[in-house]
C-alpha cells in the first residue's frame, strides 16, 4: 500500500483536447507530477501511522522472549534511537500543501492529528525534539532545526489536536480515508481520545497549575465526542493484498516465546485471551491439554541468558506466540489508540479526581468496560477462539479477586488494577503504549536482574541518532545540555518524567 499511495510515484491527469493545453501543460512529465490530490497522501500517511511496529515493545515491557539470540530490548541494553517518523512528517506537509492549493480543508485538519501524533510520539521517546523549525529544509532551506523544549512541545500538540477536532466538526466525509471510511465524527472521537491519552501521560504534571491538566481532561471529557464503541477504534484493517497484509505476516517467530511473568499474570487471573495470544507449549500438547487448559501454557524468565532460554524452549516449557501472527496475512486490525484503551483512562481519570462529579462506581463501570471491549475485540477478531470470550466470559473474569475492582481499597490499588488491564490489551497492539504506562505508573513490575544489562534498571527514553550528532550537532548537544547536563543516556530523565 505504501508503494501503491506513494505521492512521488503517482499522477493523476486530466483527459483534456490537445489543443486546449497549454504548453508548460503538455511538457510536464507524468511520471513526474509536480501536484496531486491529498487524498493520495492521506492513504500513505495512514498506512505508515496505523500499521504495527513489530515486537520490540513486547520484549522490553516482558510479554515475549527471544530464544536464540540476545534482543537489546528485552535486555535492557539498546542506546540510540531513530527519527523515521520524520520521513512521515514530511508526507504530512506535503499533503498540507496540496490541501492549502486545492482549497480541501479536511485535509489541513487530518493532518493536525499526524503532526500531533508524531511528534508527541517523538518527544516521548527522547526528549526534546526539533518542532516549531522542523521540516522546514526545502521550504525555508533550513536543515539544522533548534530542539523545542518538551514542555513547550506537548502544548502545542494538544492545541494542534484541539484545532483539528473543531475543524471537522464542518466536515462530514472524507475521501480516501482507509481508517474510517470517510466518517469525519469518528476521526474526532479518536482525536479527542487522543487528547486524553496524552493528559494521563502527564499524570505526574498534574500539580502543575499552569497546565490545567485536569481541567483540559474534565473539559474534553464533558463537552467533546470520544470513542462509545469498539466501532470506533482507531484501527487499521488489513487485506489479503501485497502490501496490505497483516504487519507481522511470514515474519520470523521460529525464536520468539512467551515471558513467564506476562503468561503467570493470564494464569493468575484465568485469563482466556491466553488462548488467542499464545500457542499451547510442546509438554502441553504432547500431554493432551486442550486449548483452554491453563495448565498447557509456559513460558520464559525473561532475565536469564538466552542460552538458558533457549533450553528451556527444547525442552518444551515455552509456549511460542500464536501462529496466527505470522500465518494469516489478515488476522485483527492494528489499533492506534481502541475504546478499550480509553475506558481504562476514564478509570484512572475518576479514580485521580480529573473528572467532575466522578465517584468510584463511575470509575468501576469504566474500568469493566474497558475489559468486556477487550474482550469483545478478540472475539470479533479472533474467531477460532471466540467460544472462550464471550460476554459470559468477560463477567466471570471480572468477577475474580485479581480482577474485580471491588478488590481494589486503595487509589494505588485501583490505579495498579487500571494500568495492569490497560496492559494485557495492549498485546500486538499501540506500539511503545504498554512500556510508556509503565514508565509513568511503574505498573505492572518489569524483571530486572539476572542477564539483564543497564545496571538492572528499566530504561526511560532514547539516545539521540548519530546522525544528528554529525548534521545538526551544535542543537543536539545544546538539548542534551539543558535536559540531562551534557551526559546523555538511555537512564536520562525528561521533562515529563519529573
Not at 533457549?310 to 500465518?327: H, L, T
Not at 479514580?351 to 463511575?362: A, C, H, N
Not at 470479533?380 to 466471570?396: C, F, H, P, T, V
Request: glycine residues 8%; contains cysteine; negative net charge.
Amino acid at each position: 500500500m505504501k508503494l501503491i499511495f506513494k505521492y512521488t510515484l503517482i499522477a493523476l491527469l486530466a483527459v483534456v483536447s490537445f489543443s486546449c493545453e497549454k504548453l508548460e501543460t503538455i511538457n510536464e512529465d507524468p511520471n513526474n507530477a509536480q501536484h496531486t490530490h491529498p487524498k493520495l497522501l492521506l492513504k500513505t500517511i495512514s498506512y505508515e501511522t496505523f500499521t504495527g511496529l513489530g515486537t520490540g515493545s513486547m520484549f522490553a515491557s516482558r510479554m515475549l522472549v527471544n530464544t536464540d539470540g540476545a534482543s537489546a530490548d528485552q535486555y535492557y541494553t539498546w542506546d540510540r534511537g531513530d527519527f523515521d517518523r520524520y520521513n512521515v512528517l514530511r508526507n504530512v506537509t506535503k499533503m498540507i500543501e496540496e490541501a492549502e492549493l486545492q482549497e480541501a480543508p479536511e485535509y489541513v485538519y487530518l493532518a493536525k492529528f499526524f503532526r500531533a501524533y508524531h511528534f508527541y510520539e517523538l518527544t516521548r521517546a527522547f526528549g526534546d525534539v526539533p518542532y516549531s523549525e522542523a521540516l522546514k529544509g526545502e521550504t525555508e532551506g533550513n536543515f539544522t532545526p533548534v530542539y523545542d523544549a518538551q514542555e513547550d512541545i506537548i502544548p502545542a500538540l494538544l492545541t494542534e489536536l484541539k484545532e483539528a477536532n473543531d475543524g471537522l466538526k464542518s466536515i462530514s466525509t472524507i475521501d480516501g480515508d482507509i481508517i474510517f471510511d470517510g466518517s469525519a465524527l469518528k476521526w474526532r472521537k479518536l482525536i479527542n481520545s487522543l487528547r486524553l491519552r496524552i493528559l494521563m501521560d502527564m499524570s505526574l504534571k498534574a500539580g502543575n497549575s499552569s497546565l490545567n491538566i485536569a481541567s483540559q481532561f474534565n473539559d474534553i471529557y464533558k463537552n467533546e465526542v470520544l470513542m462509545g464503541s469498539i466501532d470506533d477504534n482507531g484501527q487499521l484493517v488489513y487485506l489479503d493484498q501485497a502490501d496490505c497484509r497483516y504487519f507481522e505476516y511470514l515474519g520470523k517467530f521460529g525464536s520468539v516465546g512467551m515471558s513467564v511473568t506476562f503468561v503467570n499474570m493470564l494464569k493468575d487471573r484465568q485469563d482466556p485471551r491466553l488462548f488467542v495470544f499464545c500457542q499451547r507449549n510442546p509438554n502441553g500438547v504432547a500431554a493432551g491439554l486442550a486449548v483452554n487448559d491453563f495448565n498447557a501454557y509456559g513460558g520464559a524468565d525473561p532475565t536469564r541468558p538466552y542460552g538458558e532460554i533457549s533450553q528451556e524452549r527444547n525442552q518444551g516449557y515455552v509456549s511460542m506466540v500464536n501462529a496466527r501472527y505470522f500465518d494469516d496475512p489478515v488476522n485483527e486490525p492494528h489499533m492506534l489508540m481502541g475504546y478499550p484503551e480509553l475506558q481504562f483512562i476514564l478509570a484512572e481519570a475518576v479514580v485521580r479526581g480529573w473528572i467532575e462529579g466522578g465517584d468510584l462506581g463511575k470509575a468501576k463501570t469504566f474500568y469493566e468496560n474497558g475489559v468486556k471491549a477487550s474482550f469483545a475485540f478478540y472475539e470479533k477478531y479472533a474467531e477460532d477462539y471466540s467460544q472462550y470470550l464471550g460476554s459470559g466470559a468477560a463477567n466471570s473474569y471480572l468477577a475474580q479477586s485479581r480482577v474485580s475492582f471491588d478488590q481494589a481499597t486503595t487509589t494505588e490499588k485501583r490505579i495498579e488494577y487500571i494500568v495492569t488491564q490497560k496492559y494485557i490489551q495492549f498485546y500486538f497492539q499501540s506500539g511503545l503504549e504498554l512500556f510508556y504506562n509503565n514508565r509513568r505508573t511503574g505498573y505492572p513490575e518489569f524483571t530486572v536482574g539476572g542477564a539483564v544489562g543497564n545496571n538492572g534498571k528499566v530504561p526511560v527514553r532514547w539516545m539521540y541518532p548519530e546522525d544528528e550528532y554529525n548534521r545538526n550537532a551544535t542543537n543536539v548537544e545544546a538539548a542534551v545540555q539543558r535536559q540531562f547536563g551534557g551526559s546523555e543516556s538511555i537512564n536520562g530523565k525528561m521533562w515529563l518524567l519529573k
